[in-house]
């Protein structure tokens, strides 16, 4: 029988919060930390997480495809494909800082049709089903209604992503004239806009499992995840989110 999407979002919203919840038994402690080959960090935090999601997964629909950050892709016919990043912000769970998360996005024939991003060292999760709209914990999760980006708070990671990217030049207008900014990046950043407590958040770098809950999350809140050239996909090299009155305005300065 075809799963619901409701209960597809149970589901992933119960294995996303028990990876979290392991997570926790590392985090601020002396972790020992591994360089990939992409000069990034990863602890075994990040791979226990990853392996007990794709655990459960295996365990309760075998025949689905699996893409995470820390193995190999698990590539089948079945037209739904699971993306993890057991660990985002690997970098802010090292330094002990809590903006970090566990990322879940389930794909339907090329649709995302649930994403879960759950910061457990805050205790905030926010995720969507297709339909069944955005939450924040248990609360409805709706982006900010700001009309101007001089009113707008803007999110982001790393100052030099922009310089490594050339987008410093397209983002330093945006910068100088934004209400203010902060680096409460990588997925909080994106969390943030679609809860309403910031209106812009952008990323010249991101794989798609950086992206993956966040279009059905921001669509659902009311807003727009696309990236820079306003394309609704988590394959693009960068992202931004938004409310639907910014949209246009931060799509203009940023689009090649
Ligand atoms: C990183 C974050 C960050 C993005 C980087 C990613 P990680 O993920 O998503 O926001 O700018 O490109 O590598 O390594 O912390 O999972
Ligand atoms: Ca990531
Ligand atoms: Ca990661």
Known sequence: MTPSISDLLDFAISITEAAGKGTLDYYQTD????????????????????????NAIQSRFPDHQIIGEEYSDKITSSPYKWIIDPIDGTKSFIAGVPFYSNLVGLEFEGEIIVGIANFPALKEMVYAGKGLGAWFNSKPAKVGSVTEISKARIMVTDFRDFEKREAWKTFKPILDCCRFHRTWGDAYGHAMVATGRAEIALDPFMNPWDCAPF??????AGGFFTDW????????????????????????????
């Open 31 to 54: 972790i020992a930390v591994e360089t990939k080959s992409d000069a990034s960090p990863v602890t075994i935090a990040d791979k226990e997480a990853e392996q007990f999601i794709r």
């Open 229 to 256: 050239n306003g394309n609704d996909t988590i394959y693009g090299p960068n992202a931004v989110s938004s409310n639907p009155e910014l949209r246009e305005k931060v799509l203009t300065c940023l689009k090649d």
């Open 215 to 220: 279009g059905i999350i921001l669509k659902e």
